[in-house]
């Protein structure tokens, strides 16, 4: 494991070196990890801190987190990244280890409050990214009034680390899916309206 403690003035002060970057790009801060919302209280302060400095803030996160703490934080945060894998309690609990009942229904609760939400999927051959697995997606953010989607297609990036920590990689065997099929997938979500980026 790599990494040091630090205190959020200190984080705040390291993204104030970047302030002319922002202002020029008109980008800003994302907050991801891991999971942000695993230290609430640390990324409340580190939004707090950007908010009075008008930095734009972003939270990049897979939405498994208690509603309220989310629902409280969404008033402050400009964006949300939400990474939505798959919509099936069965498959999303076989490849992550958990159910993602809580996920959509937070997914839901943000779209009720109108906070901005780009949906980021991961395009994972053979496991999410089948016709009916496309279908559901579209339909079910289409619901939600989100129309914003990055497109994520399968990697190994993930491999060498496993490694050096010692754990399994499921994946292993698996490959990237063909540029083809992603941009066939996103042509799908562009008939219905969507605003769709490939990678991100």
């Not at 790599?2 to 984080?11: C, D, S, Y």
């Not at 934080?73 to 999303?92: A, I, N, Q, W």
Request: net charge negative; charged share 25%; with cysteine.
């Amino acid at each position: 494991m790599a990494g040091r403690w630090m205190a959020a003035p200190a984080v705040i002060a390291e993204i104030e070196k970047d302030v002319v970057f922002y202002d020029e790009s008109g980008g800003g801060v994302t907050f991801s990890g891991g999971e942000p919302f695993a230290q609430p209280h640390f990324l409340e302060a580190l939004v707090d801190g950007c908010a009075v400095r008008r930095i734009h803030t972003a939270v990049d996160t897979c939405g498994f987190v208690d509603q309220s703490l989310l629902l409280h934080l969404s008033e402050k945060v400009d964006l949300f990244l939400y990474d939505l894998k798959m919509l099936d309690p069965g498959k999303h609990r076989e490849y992550t280890g958990i159910a993602n009942d809580s996920i959509l229904e937070n997914l839901e609760a943000l779209a009720r409050k109108r906070r901005p939400v780009v949906i980021r999927f991961p395009v994972i051959p053979g496991i999410n990214d089948g016709g009916e697995d496309i279908h559901k997606m579209r339909v079910f953010l289409s619901r939600l009034g989100l129309r914003r989607i990055d497109l994520l297609p399968y990697h190994q990036i993930g491999l060498e680390k496993y490694r050096r920590v010692g754990m399994k990689y499921r994946l292993d065997q698996l490959q990237p899916p063909p540029a083809e099929h992603v941009q066939q997938i996103a042509a799908q979500f562009e008939r219905e309206g969507f605003a769709v980026r490939i990678g991100g």
